[in-house]
């Protein structure tokens, strides 16, 4: 069983890891902070996917579990392939990030920026 990321509408169940209110500490800080941050990041990455594709969008009660877990990996995949294709047809250089060139200096600047 897992751990959801929730805010204050959902009710106090142990799965639900809901955002402190006031955190005390650098501790609860920092979880508070990467917490929030991390479901912003889920939402917003739920909601292009619904943007892309219908089926997301509706309700979902009816379906089985696997059925749904298959639905988000295709749209996934899909969202995915689409982003690939349109940087393609961009004219977006191809990097090969295996093979880096012997004459590109590799020193590592230890000064504050």
Not at 53 to 67: D, M, S
């Amino acid at each position: 069983m897992g751990y959801y990321l929730a805010d204050g509408i959902y009710p106090s169940w142990s799965t639900f890891v809901k955002t402190i209110p006031s955190p005390q500490g650098r501790n609860n800080s920092l979880f508070a902070t990467t917490q929030e941050s991390t479901r912003k990041d889920a939402k917003h990455a739920f909601g292009v996917l619904q943007g892309q594709f219908a089926i997301v969008r509706g309700p979902a009660r009816l379906w089985r579990i696997e059925a749904l877990d298959y639905i988000i990996k295709a749209c996934i995949i899909l969202h995915n392939m689409i982003i690939e294709d349109e940087r393609d047809a961009n004219g977006a250089e191809d990097l090969d990030y295996e093979h880096v060139p012997e004459s590109i200096p590799t020193t590592v600047s230890h000064e504050p920026t």
